[in-house]
Every structure is written in C-alpha cells, then in structure tokens.
Nanobody
Framework: QVQLVESGGGLVQAGGSLRLSCAAS????????MGWFRQAPGKEREFVAA????????SYTHSVKGRFTIARDNAKNTIYLQMSSLKPEDTAVYYC???????????????????WGQGTQVTVSS
C-alpha cells in the first residue's frame, strides 16, 4: 500500500511563505509524476503543481506561477511545495498526489487516478 505523508501546513499572514513536504513510503514512487492539489470549502479539488521524476518537467496552475515552486528529492522520496507571496485565496487543504501510472510529462497529472496524502491545512490571513 502506497502511503504519502504530508507536513508543513499552518497559518501564515498574507505575503508570507510556507513550505509543504510530502514523503512517499518506500522507493516505488521515485519514477512517478507527483504534485499538489488544493481544495477550499465548497469548491472542487484544484490542481496546483506537478513534477516529473527528473525534475525537468514541471507544471503550475496560472494563479501560482512565480509564487510557488515544486521540487523533489528522489533520495528522500519526498516532494516539496515552496509557497511565497501567499494570498488569502491560497487558503485551502493541500493534498499531495502521486500518479498511479508512469508519465514523463508533469502536465499529465490530473485529479483522477492518483495516490493521495491525507491533506494539510494552509490558512493565509488577510
């Protein structure tokens, strides 16, 4: 059974920064596209960012470009989401995801057919 363990969520003021981490159990996911989604109350789960196995392919939703950076450390089976210049509209539960099938393209990560973390709350105060 695949397990994704998240950390780093919390409360931050607008304009601040926060780094989320997601550690995958074992080494089996080292070649998978992984990334982050978020879901605010009453809204659909939304794609945020994705990264392929080498880090050479990344993808971001438009609203976070230039503010968020996704990275991975395959030796630690961990991905990160560095969030800067945070806005109140970034407030959501953030979920780590790993695509169940192989793809070399980060853009292929969608809401379906993923392993999921438990979610971590990010709250940005105004």
């Amino acid at each position: 059974q695949v397990q994704l363990v998240e950390s780093g969520g919390g409360l931050v003021q607008a304009g601040g920064s926060l780094r989320l981490s997601c550690a995958a159990s074992g080494r089996t996911l080292s070649m998978n596209v992984m990334g982050w989604f978020r879901q605010a109350p009453g809204k659909e789960r939304e794609f945020v960012a994705a990264i392929n196995w080498s880090g050479g392919s990344t993808s971001y939703t438009h609203s976070v470009k230039g503010r968020f950076t996704i990275a991975r450390d395959n030796a630690k089976n961990t991905i990160y989401l560095q969030m800067s210049s945070l806005k109140p509209e970034d407030t959501a539960v953030y979920y780590c995801a790993a695509k169940k099938t192989f793809s070399p393209i980060a853009d292929t990560l969608r809401v379906g057919d993923n392993y999921w973390g438990q979610g971590t709350q990010v709250t940005v105060s105004s």
